[in-house]
């Protein structure tokens, strides 16, 4: 059985910088890619950032480009993504995601939240 725990979530004040993991147990031998995703308060889940676990090439959402580094340590089975230049925006519930179905990995796919492994989020607040 596959787990994913984020942890590293908290305040912080626009600008500031955050670390989130996402330590994953079990057999993740097969996955695809693994992601991060956010939730803002009152809004829909969003992709955030897409590691493909083979060749460690990366995706990321238009408005984290140049802020956001997603990476993988798989001597760790840890995924990551540091935040920087935070800013209010940014303040949303933050999940880890991982797949077996490739047609989830493309950076417009819907990849819904009954496909693949979930973590169970990670606030992130950012004020201003």
């Known amino acids: 059985q596959v787990q994913l725990v984020e942890s590293g979530g908290g305040s912080v004040q626009a600008g500031g910088s955050l670390r989130l993991s996402c330590a994953a147990s079990?057999?993740?031998?097969?996955?695809?890619?693994m992601a991060w995703f956010r939730q803002p308060p009152g809004k829909e889940r969003e992709k955030v950032a897409i590691v493909y676990t083979r060749s460690s090439n990366t995706y990321y959402r238009d408005s984290v480009k140049g802020r956001f580094t997603i990476s993988q340590d798989n001597a760790k089975n840890t995924l990551y993504l540091q935040m920087d230049s935070l800013k209010p925006e940014d303040t949303a519930m933050y999940y880890c995601?991982?797949?077996?179905?490739?047609?989830?990995?493309?950076?417009?796919?819907?990849?819904?939240?009954?496909?693949?492994?979930w973590g169970q989020g990670t606030q992130v607040t950012v004020s201003s």
């Open positions: 079990g057999y993740t031998g097969s996955f695809y890619c």
């Open positions: 995601a991982a797949t077996t179905r490739l047609l989830d990995c493309y950076p417009g796919s819907r990849w819904s939240a009954d496909s693949g492994y």
